[in-house]
């Protein structure tokens, strides 16, 4: 069983910034990818970030420039900060992870709003 503990959400102005965690633990052989996933009212789940073991990082377009992965593999925790935040950023932001084998984990997701 493996548990990821999602943090750092929450109601910011149009410019400003939040760092979002994410914490795996439990029966976790090894991590391979980690990665934030976002979803806003009405619409699809959609990539923003992810980040290889060796920290090898990927974007979406819309937040290239503006936010940043990061990951920290002795505490299996993975980052994500985000600046100049718009309010088309508003979502809810899920973490992802990818063992060794293959298998994935989602966490429960931390909601971000961000005000005009």
């Known amino acids: 069983q493996v548990q990821l503990v999602e943090s750092g959400g929450g109601l910011v102005q149009a410019g400003g910034s939040l760092r979002l965690s994410c914490a795996a633990s439990g029966s976790i052989f090894s991590i391979n990818d980690m990665g934030w996933y976002r979803q806003a009212p009405g619409k699809q789940r959609e990539l923003v970030a992810t980040?290889?073991?060796?920290?090898?990082?990927n974007y979406a377009d819309s937040v290239k420039g503006r936010f940043t992965i990061s990951r920290d593999n002795a505490k299996n925790t993975v980052y994500l900060r985000m600046d100049s935040l718009k309010p088309e950023d508003t979502a809810v932001y899920y973490c992802k992870v990818t063992s060794s084998l293959g298998m994935n984990w989602w966490g429960k997701g931390t909601l971000v709003t961000v005000s005009s």
């Open positions: 980040i290889t073991r060796s920290s090898s990082t």
